[in-house]
């Protein structure tokens, strides 16, 4: 077998919940009231919470209120028992994985741990839990990747990333591991020189 560990992003690859994170973002944020969800998301796909909040006050001055981070921590906590979902064949997937895998997100532990609860997929992974927070590095830097892949006993060559955003992709390249774009909107302008997919059961044709 080709791989020793299958590295999955959280956000956008194994559940879906980025748009509870941009309704989040527009409720707490008053300026981006006319902005939809949709905005929000292709903007900040995969971004680090701070980088969101510079660029938000770079364009509009002021924009940012103060303990923006605590509101949205609190918002994106009521919002994402209804509106966090798993992906579609996460579950049929994951079962069929044999191979070590974990999770390395730029979330904290915290919210991975409950957006896996939330979603019914807490069993899959008991333990292989990674935040940026906790190597205090985001990604598009590869630090969080080799963190896992440390943890593992296992060379980067012999890892493979799936992710769903540009800057993920970038860290895994950084890392000299092998990747996979799940695309299932098929945004095909970041699918460039990527193994991509538009399901993720088709992920085992890269990994059995």
């Known amino acids: 077998m080709k791989y020793k560990l299958i590295i999955f992003d959280m956000d956008g ?3 879906q919940s980025e748009d509870c994170a941009s309704q989040a973002l527009i409720d707490v944020i008053p300026a981006l009231a006319d902005r939809s969800v949709c905005e929000v998301t292709a903007r900040y796909k995969g971004m680090r919470l701070a980088g ?3 660029d938000i006050e770079r364009r509009m001055p ?3 209120p103060v303990r923006c981070l605590d ?12 509106m966090i979902t798993p992906s579609h064949g996460v579950a049929v997937m994951l079962e069929q994985i044999a191979t070590a895998k ?12 409950r957006s896996l609860e939330t979603c019914g997929l807490s069993h899959f992974f008991q333990t292989g839990i990674f935040s940026a927070y906790e190597v205090n590095a985001w990604k598009p830097d590869p630090a969080l990747f080799l963190h896992a ?3 593992y006993a296992a060379d980067p060559k012999n890892c493979l990333v799936i992710e769903d955003s ?14 996979i774009f799940y695309d299932p909107h098929e945004y095909s302008e ?4 990527q193994n991509r997919v538009t399901a993720l059961t088709d992920i085992l044709e890269f990994i059995l």
């Open 102 to 113: 974990c999770i390395a997100s730029n979330a904290p532990v915290e919210k991975t741990k």
């Open 62 to 64: 002021g924009a940012v």
């Open 149 to 151: 892949a440390k943890a």
């Open 71 to 82: 509101l949205y921590r609190e918002r994106e906590e009521i919002l994402s028992a209804s």
């Open 52 to 54: 969101i909040f510079d």
């Open 190 to 193: 970041q699918s460039k020189g």
């Open 13 to 15: 690859t194994l559940v």
């Open 166 to 179: 540009e800057v993920g992709l970038e860290a895994a390249k950084a890392a000299g591991m092998d990747s």
